[in-house]
């Protein structure tokens, strides 16, 4: 059985779209400010949909391929959407022997999601990483920027209702 590709439909506003354009035209003439202009609209819109990259590209008279390059070249642009409370769980080899797997089971039975995706209310999107850094805390899940060391899937709940509204 085939994985079915969720497409989430872009949602622009007249506001964000605004501050794209505002965005665009002053970098227009700046050399190598793609990277730039990227961080920037990835912070107005949370992701990089394809809408946003080809406005990119045309506002910056480059070409859709080197916009779509750079985006899927590094790490820390997404083109798809995040949640409020972005959970990477880390698989890095020392989280990983401790046990990191099972906790990446635990939020995806708790959250209702599988690893790569955002939950139907865009509050939390979960996904599996390489490294964080901690290895001495093994295994270790982030939560936006807030680090969770040594832990169990029985200390999941506890954690997730913190960010719960």
Do not use: W
Request: glycine share 8%; net charge negative; aromatic share 8%.
């Amino acid at each position: 059985m085939k994985n079915k590709l969720e497409v989430v439909p872009f949602v622009d506003s007249p506001e964000k779209r605004a501050e794209l354009m505002e965005l665009i035209e002053s970098n227009k003439h700046v050399p190598g400010a793609l990277v730039q202009v990227l961080q920037k609209a990835q912070l107005i819109y949370g992701y990089l949909p394809m809408e946003v990259q080809i406005t990119i590209a045309e506002g910056l008279d480059v070409s859709l391929e080197e916009v779509y390059g750079v985006v899927t070249f590094y790490s820390f642009f997404s083109t798809v959407p995040k949640g409020k409370y972005r959970i990477s769980v880390c698989l890095g080899t020392a989280c990983y022997v401790k046990g990191s797997q099972a906790l990446l089971d635990e939020l995806e039975k708790q959250l209702g999601i599988k690893n790569g995706s955002l939950t139907s209310d865009g509050k939390f999107s979960l996904d599996a990483c390489r490294c964080v850094g901690a290895c001495g805390l093994a295994p270790v899940m982030m939560i936006n920027d807030d680090v969770y060391g040594k832990l169990v899937p029985e200390d999941i709940a506890g954690i997730l209702a913190k960010y719960a509204e």
